[in-house]
């Protein structure tokens, strides 16, 4: 009964993962790509236009139809040899071969360059010695520092970020039918009794909690959990995405496009008082008001 009750799960969990994709231009996209790949490479007569057919047409993987049919196979021979026989499984193996080859050429080549690389790095400080210019250091494994402004934006016409978000918006989102949005009933009552401590803020003449700001600051991949702090170096949030439309900040910062979104620190420590009952962690901390 539970492996049915799992394969009803993870059919259900299918089904939304195909419903929110369109094979044609899925496939379309990777017809692109692959001709890119092909172009790059000299082994064109097994990387062809045909293998990404096949893949679109026979594998289980592009039919939801042949995919929960192939998860409710029991015979262990025959699963295998469906696998052994599916495009993709074919062109993972022919990748994975690739890349492990590619490894081992470049761990040779990697060691050697190591042997000479503090002779080049000391090359270098003689050469910046004699020209009298200030040698930089290598910034590998250092803390990086980025700066900018809380504020919003309009990213096109008609549209306006507001740069902070608050408590009541969140209530507004709740859905329970999305995990993302499925908030817990206590913090619900916590938003219905107002019951937000020394946490809470005026809007619009109604107190509520922040959540987030937007900032213009340059963030990256990794950047999730940094610490956000004012020109005081006193603690004002934490880092954990950026909005869509400056997701290209990785390739050309645009400080009128790109926000950082933060979590708000008071919403933090609400979270820890009201909603966890751990005040006695707020107590050990050293709180500044009235920035």
Known sequence: MKTLDSLVVYERDMAGFYKGMDLTTDYQITRSLWQVYQND????????????DRIYQ???LSNPDLFNEFIRLRDKEKIMKLIGQDPVYITFTYFEALQKANNGFLKGRLQKMNRFYSTYMEALQLYYAEKKKPFYPDANSTMRVTYGKVEGLKPQDGMRYEFMTTLDGAIRKADPNAEEFNLP?????????????QYAIQQNGQYTVPLAFLASNHTTGGNSGSPVLNAKGELIGTNFDRIWE??????????NLCRNITLDIRYTLFIIEKFGNAKWIVDEMKLVKNL
């Open 41 to 52: 490479i000299g082994d064109s007569n097994w990387v062809s236009a045909s293998q990404i």
């Open 58 to 60: 026979y594998s289980v």
């Open 246 to 255: 400056g997701t290209m900040s990785d390739i050309l910062f645009d400080p």
């Open 185 to 197: 009933e206590k913090l619900k009552r916590l938003h219905a009794s107002k019951d937000y401590g």
